[in-house]
């Protein structure tokens, strides 16, 4: 128990910590529900001139949520395709989320090229062909180039020959369950439809209100909701939270009950070798070596246990963290160290009998039978 709480703590710790390429502190996540396109592009004007609101972008995804779309993408004469994420993005999205471009340059809502036609819409093919996408760091190496030689190059997106024509670093969309997905990045004016509003931290409530009123305004009749894309990452680890609390729970029960049938077994050890003890004592035994023979007495139990204790744990915990992407390695540390803790506890439970008993006159002790 003692173990599993302490690495289920620092995992959570590390997963909590991961470096995810993008922030994802203080931004409102709502919707459009249902706009017209006219009427989403002046939502998003309206709201982006309110107080404390520094940036507003749409996209199709938003982190933490576990549902995204693919697009089929193929190297010019490679039978191969290879399935990756596909995000409908505009051209803020990178400069709200706080994602380094690499390479190249970000999509453009002043150029035909760059916008992307939805695979539903007839004759889609041609109306791609030619045009611009952003790829991942991830995807860019998935297709064989670093990130500054792919800028330029065309390859099959869908059904349509389209340009790279800018890079965007890595980003952990799932937190550290999940690896880094190959992601194409189009821009899909009507496809993006998830808000994406970034605020000032110091005036989030006049923000979140303005937010509220300007959604009242534009949208009726829908029930209009909002949250914070934070608290959907504290929702990414509350189960394995409240594990590692559990463990917590039960490793204070086990030590507080451990602690008391240590107490009583030492009080009997001691008094059943009263008269051992006073003998060793006559024979020339130094107080330290008669509680070093006590405290070596319950060593014994608690390395046996240690060892019956530490292939089971391995195995639990092993499992638990191969749910994760990415994570701290299983080491001998935690054992060694529950262990070590284990071993203090019995010691400090049982020394006080233990000096007594060895600090007696030996003249009671041999007068105790």
């Given at each position: 128990?003692?173990?599993?709480?302490?690495?289920v703590?620092?995992?959570?710790?590390?997963?909590?910590?991961?470096?995810?390429?993008f922030?994802?502190?203080?931004?409102?996540?709502?919707?459009?529900?249902?706009?017209?396109p006219?009427?989403?592009?002046?939502?998003?004007?309206?709201?982006?001139?309110?107080?404390?609101?520094?940036?507003?972008?749409?996209?199709s995804?938003?982190?933490?949520?576990?549902?995204n779309?693919?697009?089929?993408?193929q190297?010019p004469?490679?039978?191969?395709?290879?399935?990756?994420?596909?995000?409908?993005?505009?051209?803020d999205?990178?400069?709200?989320?706080?994602?380094?471009?690499l390479?190249?340059?970000?999509?453009?809502?002043?150029?035909t090229?760059?916008?992307?036609?939805?695979l539903?819409?007839?004759?889609?093919?041609?109306?791609?062909?030619?045009?611009?996408?952003m790829?991942?760091?991830?995807?860019?190496?998935?297709?064989?180039?670093?990130?500054?030689?792919?800028?330029?190059?065309?390859?099959?997106?869908?059904?349509s020959?389209?340009?790279v024509?800018?890079?965007?670093?890595?980003?952990?969309?799932?937190?550290?369950?999940?690896?880094?997905?190959?992601?194409?990045?189009?821009?899909?004016?009507?496809?993006?439809?998830?808000?994406?509003?970034?605020?000032?931290?110091?005036?989030?409530?006049?923000?979140?209100?303005?937010?509220?009123?300007?959604?009242?305004?534009?949208?009726?009749?829908?029930?209009?909701?909002?949250?914070?894309?934070?608290?959907?990452?504290?929702?990414?680890?509350?189960?394995?939270?409240?594990?590692?609390?559990m463990?917590?729970?039960?490793?204070?029960?086990?030590?507080?009950?451990?602690?008391?049938?240590?107490?009583?077994?030492?009080?009997?050890?001691?008094?059943?070798?009263?008269?051992?003890?006073?003998?060793?004592?006559v024979?020339?035994?130094?107080?330290?070596?008669?509680?070093?023979?006590?405290l070596?007495?319950?060593?014994?139990?608690?390395?046996?246990?240690?060892?019956?204790a530490?292939p089971?744990?391995?195995?639990?915990?092993?499992?638990?963290?191969?749910?994760?992407?990415?994570r701290i390695?299983?080491?001998?540390?935690?054992?060694?160290?529950?262990?070590?803790?284990?071993?203090?506890?019995?010691?400090?439970?049982?020394?006080?009998?233990?000096?007594?008993?060895?600090?007696?006159?030996p003249?009671?002790?041999?007068?105790?039978?």
């Amino acid at each position: 128990l003692g173990i599993a709480a302490l690495v289920v703590y620092r995992q959570i710790d590390f997963a909590r910590h991961l470096d995810l390429g993008f922030r994802h502190d203080n931004i409102v996540i709502t919707g459009t529900w249902r706009l017209s396109p006219e009427g989403v592009d002046s939502y998003v004007r309206a709201l982006a001139k309110g107080p404390g609101i520094l940036g507003v972008t749409r996209s199709s995804y938003i982190a933490f949520s576990g549902d995204n779309n693919t697009l089929p993408t193929q190297k010019p004469g490679d039978p191969q395709f290879l399935s990756h994420t596909n995000y409908a993005i505009t051209p803020d999205y990178f400069s709200v989320y706080g994602i380094k471009i690499l390479a190249g340059r970000v999509l453009s809502d002043h150029r035909t090229d760059d916008e992307f036609h939805d695979l539903a819409e007839e004759n889609f093919a041609a109306l791609n062909e030619g045009h611009n996408v952003m790829v991942n760091t991830a995807l860019a190496r998935a297709l064989g180039y670093a990130p500054g030689d792919i800028v330029g190059k065309s390859f099959v997106f869908g059904k349509s020959h389209m340009r790279v024509v800018g890079v965007a670093a890595d980003t952990l969309a799932e937190g550290a369950r999940k690896p880094v997905m190959p992601t194409v990045f189009v821009y899909r004016r009507n496809g993006a439809q998830a808000l994406s509003i970034r605020i000032q931290a110091d005036r989030r409530q006049e923000a979140t209100a303005y937010i509220d009123r300007m959604s009242r305004s534009f949208i009726h009749n829908v029930a209009l909701s909002r949250n914070f894309l934070d608290d959907r990452y504290e929702r990414l680890y509350s189960a394995d939270k409240k594990q590692g609390q559990m463990f917590a729970v039960f490793v204070a029960i086990a030590i507080l009950i451990a602690c008391m049938g240590l107490f009583g077994l030492a009080a009997f050890t001691a008094g059943r070798r009263t008269k051992e003890i006073g003998i060793r004592k006559v024979f020339g035994a130094r107080i330290r070596d008669v509680v070093f023979l006590l405290l070596w007495q319950f060593s014994i139990p608690v390395l046996i246990a240690n060892l019956i204790a530490w292939p089971i744990v391995w195995y639990y915990l092993n499992s638990w963290l191969q749910g994760f992407a990415y994570r701290i390695p299983l080491s001998p540390l935690y054992f060694l160290g529950a262990g070590l803790v284990a071993l203090l506890i019995a010691w400090a439970t049982v020394f006080s009998h233990a000096q007594r008993v060895a600090g007696a006159n030996p003249i009671h002790a041999l007068r105790y039978e």
